[in-house]
């Protein structure tokens, strides 16, 4: 079946400029992740979207970042004024409604690979 | 947030079982164990979980130790395409964000 799909898969951009990185999860899926991965590094968690629910935004490392996801499936995080630091694999993971002690498995996208000149 | 340690690589030989350990002495009662590992270039991939009891799926067992301090996740044969990073995570309770730790790579030799 389909899995979590990202676009685009690299992307390359000037410091300074924003970019916007698309995130469709697998259909019925409620739950939405964004984690990003730095070169060498673990992933780190940025932001998660529960069906209607508030975003828990606590990962976001600076108010550059957003994400907004409408409809309840397609999940678009933004980044603006992009910095050199902000290179990264963007991973998006989405996963069904939470229950029994949150123990649903994560379905990854292959990610985004952001390169910032 | 619950820790884990795990060795930074192991090397196996392809068909043979790879047992890769993990430690997470300061488990609570209620954290579960996951284990996702990650393919060169691609993103994480679950492959298992469990409480208190040893559990067995496709992929992978899972050992657990009595006191839950400690876990070994069991590829019985491992083939190339098991060349990843296995990340061993604890899931703690209402907390629905994954928290990777640096992993284990593995490396496996035709």
């Known amino acids: 079946g389909a899995g979590v799909s990202q676009s685009p898969s690299n992307k390359v951009t000037e410091k300074g400029k924003d970019v916007e990185l698309r995130c469709d999860p697998i259909?019925?899926?409620?739950?939405l992740y964004w984690y990003r991965q730095s070169l060498g590094q673990g992933l780190e968690f940025l932001i998660y979207?529960?069906?209607?629910?508030?975003?828990?935004k606590s990962g976001l490392p600076s108010d550059r970042f957003s994400a907004e996801r409408t409809g309840g499936s397609v999940s678009t995080l933004t980044i603006q004024r992009t910095q050199q630091e902000d290179s990264a694999v963007y991973l998006c993971a989405s996963s069904t409604p939470p229950r029994q002690g949150l123990n649903q498995p994560q379905h990854f996208g292959d990610g985004t690979r952001l390169s910032i000149l | 947030d619950a820790k884990t340690t795990q060795p930074n690589s192991m090397e196996s030989n392809e068909e043979e079982p790879v047992h890769l350990p993990c430690n997470h002495s300061?488990?609570?009662?209620?954290?579960?164990i996951h284990w996702y590992r990650q393919l060169p270039s691609q993103g994480p991939e679950y492959v298992i979980h469990g409480l208190t009891s040893n559990v067995n799926n496709r992929m992978a067992s899972l050992a657990i130790a009595e006191d839950r301090k400690s876990s070994t996740l069991i590829l019985h044969r491992a083939t190339l395409r098991d060349a990843a990073v296995y990340y061993c995570?604890?899931?703690?309770?209402?907390?629905?964000?994954?928290?990777f730790g640096a992993g284990t790579t593995v490396t496996v030799r035709a």
């Open positions: 979207f529960q069906g209607n629910s508030a975003p828990d």
């Open positions: 300061t488990i609570s009662g209620t954290d579960y």
């Open positions: 995570i604890l899931r703690v309770t209402n907390d629905y964000k994954l928290s």
């Open positions: 259909s019925g899926h409620t739950a």
